[in-house]
């Protein structure tokens, strides 16, 4: 008898270690991201998106830029799983109380639409797609291209701040290549992802090294323009940790203006002036300055290949109710290695 009781639960681990092992493998395998995913299921769901954003872009161009460091700060922590829209709670931090996710915004405008998209379809429309979307809508907005965003993402279940590490700022374009590279990005795509810079902006703490004592030299950083130097120093000192455009000309408007401005010497974070003088980037960006058209088609290119990174398809993940919190979902809980399982809900 005990060695029929030892056989039963022998194999009922073993069924279980077969299951998860298929759960955790099938969605990659058996699903994609596909074009107008929502077709059935949500007919009007990038038209409820498209309108939210025209709404919120009508009162803030900028959010533009917001959404593009959005999107890059969920896809370069776990995919573009939305793991960045998580709210932390009393004992659980998330990944908005990383560093570099402290001046993350455009929360609300995707709370907002997810609002919508659950009276319209309830539980249909993931978050990450969402984000995806409302990206894309906002960079035509600005001017930039109409690209291809296939849909069917599925939200995660984790939300670590621990996990948050991306390039920053001053990093030499030879450390920040290799982030990219580790997401399965190029260097090239690295230089036109970049180049969503040129409708966004910096606060002063994040470039003010630069402007009287780069690198202990107690000078600016010769690799900026003089005039510029003293326009950013007025600007600094006029306020409290005030903001800046990275695009001194066109600030607002999705262009290839940005690549000029490197060229000119007039970029304002560190990695942005090296595109224009590093062996590796700077013929790139002496093409995608004078080459508008290549400019569009290579960012929508990208900003397509960057929203795959890691997603989750399939059954994998869910589909949050609300894009702030994980869903309510049934734990497991073994209590020995061949013992019961027992199921609750949380």
Known sequence: MTKMMN????????????????????????????????KVSC???EK??????KEEFAKDPTITAGLLRMHFHDCFVRGCDASILI????????????????????YELIDEAKRRLEAACPSKVSCADIITLATR??????????????????????????EVDLPGPSQSVTSASETFIAKGMTLNE?????GAHTVGFAHCNFFSNRLSNFQGTGQPDPAMDPVLVTKLKTLCAAGSNPKVFLDQNTS????NEFYRQIRLKRGVLKIDQELA????????????????????????????KMGRIGALVGKAGEIRKNCAAFNPRPKIYISSILGDVEKITE
């Open 137 to 162: 809508d906002s960079v035509i907005l600005a001017g930039g291209p109409n690209y291809a965003v296939p849909t069917g993402r599925r939200d995660g279940l984790v939300s670590n701040p621990d």
């Open 87 to 106: 709210n932390s709670t009393s004992n659980k931090p998330s990944e908005k109380t990383a560093g570099p996710n402290l001046t993350v915004r455009g």
């Open 43 to 45: 007919p009007n769901a």
């Open 7 to 38: 056989n039963n639960k022998s194999t009922t681990h073993s069924s279980l270690l077969i299951l998860f092992s298929f759960l955790l493998l099938s969605p990659c395998v058996f699903a994609q991201l596909t074009p107008n995913f929502y």
């Open 190 to 194: 690295m230089v036109v992802l970049l």
């Open 252 to 255: 607002n408007v999705f262009d």
């Open 48 to 53: 409820i998106v498209k309108q939210v954003v």
């Open 277 to 304: 003088s590093d062996a590796a980037s700077s013929r790139l960006v002496s093409t995608l300055a004078s080459n508008p058209v290549q400019f569009s088609r290579s960012f929508g290119n990208a900003m397509t």
